[in-house]
Structure formats: C-alpha cells, structure tokens
C-alpha cells in the first residue's frame, strides 16, 4: 500500500512547525518516531519494487545511503508498528507546506501487510492528528497519489478524501485528494457497553491478528459450526477469516468488531462478534449480523452487543443516508430470533429458501428514526421495503 511521496517542504521555521516527538495509537497499532532498529525496515520500503510500483520505482543506492543517515527521529516521520508484536509494518508521514501551503500525508506499507486495514487505520490516525499537531502556513490536509494506484484510491476515498485536482508529476498522471474537517469516524470506532445486572462491561473493537487463538477456540463449537459459513479449525483459516475482517474495514464495508468481556475469569476475554454490512449503500438498508460463543450464551451478551451496534450505525452513518437495518437468520435458529426481538428487530417477513441456505429465513428490521437533532432507532412495518437477496 503506498501513496505519492510529498514534494520537499520548502524551509521556513517561523510560518510552519511539527509537535514532536510524538506516539499516536489506534486500536492495533503505534506510531512513532523512526528508531535506529527501524532502518532495515524503511530500506525495505525504498527498495521494494511491489512498493515502489507507483512511485517511480526503488531508489538508488547512493540515495538510500544518503537517506539512511536522517530518517531516524526525523520530524512529521512515524514508523508504524503493530503494537502486539512490535513489527514495523511501513511508514506515515506528514509534510507541513508540501502542497499550496498545507500539510501532505503519504505512506508506505510493506507488502505482507496490505489488505489487512493497517494503512487505513494509521492513515486515519495521522490526519487527525495533522490536523492539529502540524502547522503549516495553509489550512487543510491532503494527500496525492498516482491515478493508477488503485488500492490507495480507495483508502483515501473510504477515509472521506475528496478529488480536488488532477495533474501529471515524475511523468505519470497524479490525482490530488483533500481531507475534510475530520476522517470518517468509523476508521477506528471502539465501543464500550456499560456492566449491569452483575455482569461486566464489554468493549467493541476491530478485530486483531492476535485474536487468532481466542478465534480458533471459539469455533470448536459444534453450534458455531452450523450457523456460520466460514469455519475456523487451525491458524490459517483464522488469518483468512480476519484477512476478510480487515478488508472490511479498509473498503469501509464491511464493519466487524470482536466483542470483549471485561471481567475476571469465565466473564473475561473475547465473547462474540458483530457485524454491519454496507452502512453506505445508496439503497439507505445496512445489514447486521453476529454470534456468540458458547460459554457466553444466556447472559445477554448478543442483545447488548446489538444494541450498541445499531446504536452507533446509525448515529455514524445516518447522516450519509443509513435509514434501515435489516437482520436475517435461518428459521430455526430460535436464539437469534430471540435476540432480534429483544434488541427492536421486528420480524418482518419469512424468506424462501435459497442457496447458499439450506432453510427458509426470517428477516427482521429496524429503521432510523431522527427526532429534531436526535439520532434514534425504532422499529417498524416496513413490508413495503425491497427485500434482500437470499
């Protein structure tokens, strides 16, 4: 995952100035100012023709030996570090007057580490806080890319990034995006749910590589088995089942967040899972989905877990055009249909079988509401709705 390098900043101490050292941390990751054990890493990234694809290609010898001697602790320069392990994932950088006066965020992602939202989350990361942490002598924050680097197009457009000019650099066409007040607020959503009735609080984040064990655990079930479709025996189904998960929040689709119990003992570690798919689509209906592993059934976590979900669903995305939220299950699956009903999904209508389900379906809904400024969430007979493909 790469984005244009920044044109050197012109030097001008008294109009633009960096808060630094600085470590920022997002849900999985730390950034921080470049280390001398880095610099393997970051030569990797000068040298690397997958990375350098669409940036002119690795760079010479003399340049790299050049650039070694000052990447360390250089200013606006953070080293992305996957906290859990502390693996140098790539590089995050924030320019003060690189573009008509304002700040230029690019980056560069190792290989092995693209498609799993790290650049996206890093990138969220850095332009909140270029948005404050860097003064240039211009307002705003952008960011350039070639027009044929896909995968960072995408980033950069999930992130809220809007086209604001095209041109040609280093002889290939570049497209110029410019980032709004804040990033899209989903990049790096954590939801807390409060403890009650004796039970502990809970925690909604993305997922991680490091659930893998606890994932691999869960799926041992032979109930996990039957309701879902993509099992998990061993850690290369649990890479590819997260891989879908990062992916997910990388194209900004496909919200998925581990459900973590903060208690002691049984009512600790990771508890379920719960989805929304296509908060965006033009349509305005979302989907929601969700399970529960077994030593967390009967103890309300699904019915809280939901509820906040929606809740932040729609108070994310209602803006944008989320009305609907539409949640579907097989009709024999009793407990879910239980869970639905007690988190305001109302039974909506009953789905022919179609494959890739073996049993007829149950869909249940529950639609936005907005009263003056307030975001809420309701049920609602909503027959009249196009129904879902099964």
Known sequence: MTAQQPAPPPTSPARTAIDWPVSLA??????RPVAEPDVPDVVRLWTDPEVRRHLGGPVAEDVVRARRSHCVGARGV??????????????????????????EVSYQFLPEHWGKGYAREAVAAVVDWAGSG?????????AVTQAANRRSRRLLEGLGATVADTFVEWGEPQVLYVFGAGVDASVTATLRVPGADGLPGMVLRPWRDDDAAALIDVYRDPLMRRWTRMPVSDRADAARWLEVRHRGWERGDYLSFAVVEQGEGALSGLVANVVVKGPRAATGV????????????GRGVASR???????????????GGLHWLHLLHQVDNAASCRVAEKTGYELNAVLPVRPPFPAPGHLHVRRRVTLGSAEKSATSNVISRPLPAR
């Open 26 to 31: 997002t849900p999985r990751l730390t950034l």
């Open 134 to 142: 860097v003064r240039s002598s211009a307002s705003g924050v952008v």
């Open 78 to 103: 953070f080293s992305v570090v996957r906290t859990a392990d502390g693996a140098v994932l790539g590089l995050a950088v924030a320019a003060p007057d690189a573009r008509d006066g304002r700040t």
């Open 286 to 297: 979302g989907e929601v989905g969700y399970w529960t592993a077994a030593r967390a059934r």
């Open 305 to 319: 877990a939901l509820d906040a979900l929606t809740d932040w669903a729609f108070g994310t995305f209602g803006g």
